[in-house]
């Protein structure tokens, strides 16, 4: 797999209104976008910190992967993600490697970026993502 550095790190809340201005004051810099991933049933929110970015995730249903992480773990650490040339080659390598896919193709996810997921149970007890450059 070829991956470059850290994309993001999501993180899960309740809300973006009440944690919006908290991750502001924390990393001293004001959020650079809000939006909503209606495929994911989730509105996120941007920092940037040097090259890596947080983004905040809000569920928007209560049957989203996000609504059902914030029930069974509350908020937290929900994501890595990583920039990685070639996505579904990627995807590819890890799936010859036994890593277990959650997306076999790409698919649209914030920022107009395609990405895909790894399951948590072949990254460790992490649910990583990749995001193609």
């Known amino acids: 797999m070829e ?4 994309e993001h790190l999501g993180i899960a809340v309740k809300s973006l209104e009440i944690a919006i201005p908290q ?8 959020c650079y976008n809000i939006e909503e991933v209606t495929e994911q049933k989730v509105r996120t929110a941007f920092f940037k910190i040097g090259a890596t970015k947080i983004e905040l995730l809000e569920a928007t249903a209560e049957d989203s992967p996000v609504a059902k992480f914030l029930e ?7 994501h890595i993600a990583f920039a990685a040339k070639g996505l579904q080659q990627n995807l590819d390598e890890a ?9 076999k193709t790409p698919r ?6 395609n990405i895909a997921f790894l399951h948590p149970k072949s990254t460790g007890g992490v649910l990583t993502e990749l995001c193609e450059l």
């Open 72 to 78: 069974k773990k509350g908020e937290g650490v929900h």
């Open 108 to 113: 649209k996810g914030a920022e107009g970026l």
């Open 3 to 6: 991956l470059t550095h850290i």
């Open 95 to 103: 799936a010859e490697m036994g890593i277990q896919l959650i997306d």
């Open 23 to 30: 991750w502001e004051k924390l990393l001293n810099t004001k």
